[in-house]
């Protein structure tokens, strides 16, 4: 094997039925305001080249001032640094944020990795981003599925929702990683909305 270059498939990203509906929630909860929190689970290993979300966990407390460029009040970076070293001495790791990119007045906001964005996951050195479109639904309901992009779409109350992820790609040498959007899997998350729909 030695000096043979092993192709590898991108990782994919599967979520917790729990977490990815948590998820949903927490962005639906603040529709209009950009939704944030971090992301917990694991990372791929030599036996599966998947990363398993187990929890994503929303912040409440921060500056409301843009909309789309959440930024902190002083004191919960100072909560969030402990929990981070809280968290550095379990087995889950931290594998990102979340945000949403909600509609702007009325005009529905690109899914994709912003640079202000990108800025943030090289700083902190994430492994994974999730990026939340979420934008009004006039009326009717989408059906919760898999996309080609990799990203999971639905509906859920008066929302259109979109569930990006993304990495960050270097090349040899290279100081300015590309985004890459991996695939999500969460079939028990997709079954569970979806059966959502038929009650209502
Ligand atoms: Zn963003």
């Known amino acids: 094997m030695a000096g043979k ?8 990203v599967h979520i917790r039925k729990e977490a990815f509906i948590s998820l949903i929630f927490s962005v639906v909860d603040i529709f209009k305001r950009e939704s944030f929190g971090f992301v917990l689970g694991y990372r791929p290993d030599k036996r599966r080249n998947y990363f398993l ?23 919960t970076e100072k ?24 509609e702007f007045g009325g005009m529905i ?19 994974l981003e999730f990026i939340i479109g979420i934008s009004s639904r006039r009326r009717g309901r989408a059906v919760w599925e898999s996309m080609p992009d990799g990203s999971i779409r ?10 990006h992820v993304y990495r960050l790609v ?8 590309e985004p890459e959007r991996l695939q999500i899997v969460a079939p028990e998350a997709i079954k569970t909305l979806n059966r959502m729909h038929l009650r209502q």
């Open 109 to 127: 906001c690109s899914p994709g990795l912003s640079d202000h964005d990108k800025a943030g996951m090289i700083k902190n050195g994430y492994d």
């Open 170 to 177: 270097y090349q040899k040498e290279d100081k300015n990683p």
């Open 79 to 102: 909560r969030f640094h402990r929990f981070k070293e809280l968290i550095s001495q379990l087995r889950l790791k931290y594998l990102g944020d979340f945000h949403s990119h909600p």
């Open 154 to 163: 639905g509906s859920y109350d008066q929302f259109n929702i979109e569930v």
């Open 53 to 75: 979300v187990t929890e994503f966990v929303p912040f409440a407390n921060r500056n409301e001032k843009r909309y789309a460029e959440a930024t902190w009040t002083r004191r």
């Open 5 to 12: 270059e092993v192709i590898k498939m991108p990782p994919t």
